[in-house]
């Protein structure tokens, strides 16, 4: 293990892996924190037993030192928490970084809203997380904040004196300078970005995309461009750049996947759905993750191939989020009225063509899904990963799976040789990669399956942990 390794790591991250509310007779409960942040920074933070900060999913008024009393005995980590006031909550989480950020650098400008009083508790509730982290680092820490909510920290951290290495990740995508201009407070995003001493993105386009901003606004900061990192260079200041594609603990994803309660579970759920291929999509609802689109490609396949009907099953898992912010809510009301309609026109008694879950499953369910599926539909107009595709692949034990993926998923740089790749927007070109995989022999399948699992193995979270520390 290298000096950076061995240093406590402490994460600062919107979510925790844990989220505290009531329950319906309004008593205070813990449950587990959702998407793919919570998925990747899990594992790490129990190997290195460092520190998690962030929102605790409530305010002040809950019993936090009572509720999280024996967690780090537990999980072998600790968290401090930065509790959030409602409107704190509406302004900073859902306004600014959900109805701005999220949708500009997924490139839906659509969605955007741009509203002063959102920035504003978005500047404030990010110099509240640095105090906050500011007052439990150690000398030997190193300070790793994540993702698009908290931009900003490293800045405030620099005024603070904090003389610790500072990281930041961004988990989604990075969008092109034309879309990134749009946005009325850039320049200062820009220089929050500019305030850490490594930036890391998933991609290398996401990578590109930065520089390329970085040189429009900035054109007197020079840039050495390496393969693995490039270095921006300013007034004595020097920022490292790099692209390091995140990744799930693959083989805890295996292991449980070869279970007997997941074998047992996967066999139940296509026993329940007799001889027919299952075709699974799981997703937060997320108008990023082109779900409706999906759907429609589906319908697509029953019109133009009828004699797949009653062969075949769409199984879409949906776990609920944002729930308060509209566009997530109009999505959700999008969703039943579509699955509805294509089942009222095509099914037949003992054949639903979509089955539609909207709830999360437990991990051996999840798995026990994964595992069923012989085609995997995994089609976000754009995504920074996508570790759903990843987790399928090590999840698909016996081999036979067949991943269709978005080209504009973070994941297809690494998995796009050996997945079917689609583009989203296109219904037929989608429907049409649905039919193949389908038809698809055994041979090919179990050869995409092992290049595709040996990829996911290979670059596993613990590898992405190794690589970004090591740059910084
Ligand atoms: P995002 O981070 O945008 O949510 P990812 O695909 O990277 O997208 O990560 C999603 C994470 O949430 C995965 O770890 C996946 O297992 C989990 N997840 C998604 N849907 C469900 C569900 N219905 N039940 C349980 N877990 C889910
Ligand atoms: C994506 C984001 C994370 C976020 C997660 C779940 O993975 O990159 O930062 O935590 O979605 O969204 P939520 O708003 O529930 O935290």
Same mark, same amino acid.
């Given at each position: 293990?290298?000096?950076?390794?061995?240093?406590?790591?402490? /994460? %600062?991250?919107?979510? !925790?892996?844990?989220?505290?509310?009531?329950?319906?007779?309004?008593?205070? @409960?813990?449950? /587990?924190?959702?998407?793919?942040?919570?998925?990747?920074? /899990?594992? #790490? &933070?129990?190997?290195?037993?460092?520190?998690?900060?962030?929102?605790?999913?409530?305010?002040?008024?809950?019993?936090?030192?009572?509720?999280?009393?024996?967690?780090?005995?537990?999980?072998?980590?600790? *968290?401090?928490?930065?509790?959030?006031?409602?409107?704190?909550?509406?302004?900073?989480?859902?306004?600014?970084?959900?109805?701005?950020?999220?949708?500009?650098?997924?490139?839906? *400008?659509?969605?955007?809203?741009?509203?002063?009083?959102?920035?504003?508790?978005?500047?404030?509730?990010?110099?509240?997380?640095?105090?906050?982290?500011?007052?439990?680092?150690?000398?030997?820490?190193?300070?790793?904040?994540?993702?698009? @909510?908290?931009?900003?920290?490293?800045?405030?951290?620099?005024?603070?004196?904090?003389?610790?290495?500072?990281?930041?990740?961004? $988990?989604?995508?990075?969008?092109?300078?034309?879309?990134?201009?749009?946005?009325?407070?850039?320049?200062?995003?820009?220089?929050?970005?500019?305030?850490?001493?490594?930036?890391?993105? @998933?991609?290398?386009?996401?990578?590109?995309?930065?520089?390329?901003?970085?040189?429009?606004?900035?054109?007197?900061?020079?840039?050495?461009?390496?393969?693995?990192?490039?270095?921006?260079?300013?007034?004595?200041?020097? %920022?490292?750049?790099?692209?390091?594609?995140?990744?799930?603990?693959?083989?805890?994803?295996?292991?449980?996947?070869?279970?007997?309660?997941?074998?047992? +579970? +996967?066999?139940?759920?296509?026993?329940?759905?007799?001889?027919?291929? =299952? %075709?699974?999509?799981?997703?937060? !609802?997320?108008?990023?993750?082109?779900?409706?689109?999906?759907?429609?490609?589906?319908?697509?396949?029953?019109?133009?191939?009828?004699?797949?009907?009653?062969?075949?099953?769409?199984?879409?898992? #949906?776990?609920?989020?944002?729930?308060? #912010?509209?566009?997530?809510?109009?999505?959700?009301?999008?969703?039943?009225?579509?699955?509805?309609?294509?089942?009222?026109?095509?099914?037949?008694?003992?054949?639903?063509?979509?089955?539609?879950?909207?709830?999360?499953?437990?991990?051996?369910?999840?798995?026990? $899904?994964?595992?069923?599926?012989?085609?995997?539909?995994?089609?976000? !107009?754009?995504?920074?990963?996508?570790? #759903? +595709?990843?987790?399928?692949?090590?999840?698909?034990?016996?081999?036979?799976?067949?991943?269709? &993926?978005?080209?504009? /998923?973070?994941?297809?740089?690494?998995?796009?040789?050996?997945?079917?790749?689609?583009?989203?927007?296109?219904?037929?070109?989608? +429907?049409?990669?649905?039919?193949?995989?389908?038809?698809?022999?055994?041979?090919?399948?179990?050869?995409?399956?092992?290049? =595709?699992?040996?990829?996911?193995?290979?670059?596993?979270?613990?590898?992405?942990?190794?690589?970004?520390?090591?740059?910084?």
């Amino acid at each position: 293990m290298s000096e950076k390794q061995q240093r406590r790591l402490i /994460a %600062v991250s919107n979510r !925790l892996p844990i989220a505290v509310d009531r329950d319906d007779q309004g008593q205070w @409960q813990l449950t /587990a924190g959702a998407g793919g942040l919570v998925t990747a920074l /899990a594992p #790490v &933070l129990k190997h290195h037993q460092g520190m998690w900060i962030g929102w605790p999913g409530c305010g002040e008024e809950a019993p936090l030192d009572s509720l999280l009393e024996g967690f780090a005995d537990k999980q072998g980590y600790s *968290l401090a928490t930065v509790p959030l006031s409602q409107e704190e909550v509406r302004e900073y989480y859902e306004g600014f970084s959900n109805m701005t950020l999220w949708p500009l650098f997924h490139d839906l *400008l659509g969605h955007c809203q741009f509203n002063p009083d959102h920035w504003r508790t978005y500047v404030e509730v990010n110099r509240r997380f640095a105090d906050v982290t500011a007052g439990t680092v150690g000398d030997n820490d190193l300070i790793w904040v994540q993702d698009y @909510q908290l931009t900003l920290m490293g800045v405030r951290l620099r005024e603070l004196k904090v003389k610790n290495p500072l990281a930041f990740f961004l $988990h989604i995508p990075f969008p092109a300078p034309d879309m990134f201009r749009r946005l009325p407070w850039k320049n200062e995003i820009m220089q929050g970005l500019l305030s850490y001493d490594l930036v890391g993105f @998933q991609t290398l386009r996401d990578r590109r995309n930065f520089v390329q901003c970085v040189r429009e606004m900035i054109p007197n900061m020079k840039a050495d461009i390496r393969r693995r990192t490039s270095t921006l260079h300013e007034d004595g200041r020097s %920022v490292k750049v790099g692209h390091f594609p995140i990744s799930i603990d693959f083989n805890e994803f295996n292991r449980q996947a070869r279970s007997k309660e997941v074998a047992d +579970a +996967a066999w139940y759920l296509h026993e329940k759905l007799s001889r027919r291929q =299952l %075709v699974l999509g799981v997703d937060r !609802l997320d108008y990023t993750k082109g779900i409706p689109e999906r759907i429609l490609a589906f319908e697509r396949l029953l019109e133009k191939y009828p004699e797949l009907h009653r062969n075949i099953t769409l199984l879409q898992v #949906v776990v609920p989020s944002r729930t308060q #912010v509209p566009e997530y809510q109009k999505l959700k009301e999008e969703l039943d009225q579509l699955a509805g309609r294509i089942n009222a026109q095509y099914g037949e008694p003992g054949w639903v063509p979509i089955h539609y879950i909207f709830r999360s499953l437990p991990r051996e369910q999840l798995l026990a $899904h994964y595992r069923a599926a012989e085609i995997a539909l995994i089609t976000p !107009l754009r995504d920074g990963m996508n570790l #759903v +595709a990843k987790e399928y692949c090590a999840a698909s034990v016996d081999g036979n799976g067949v991943l269709i &993926l978005s080209e504009f /998923a973070g994941a297809a740089e690494q998995l796009g040789r050996a997945a079917l790749l689609v583009n989203p927007y296109d219904i037929d070109g989608t +429907a049409d990669a649905i039919h193949r995989a389908y038809h698809m022999g055994a041979e090919e399948r179990r050869d995409r399956m092992r290049r =595709l699992r040996a990829s996911v193995q290979r670059n596993n979270v613990h590898r992405w942990v190794r690589h970004f520390i090591d740059s910084l």
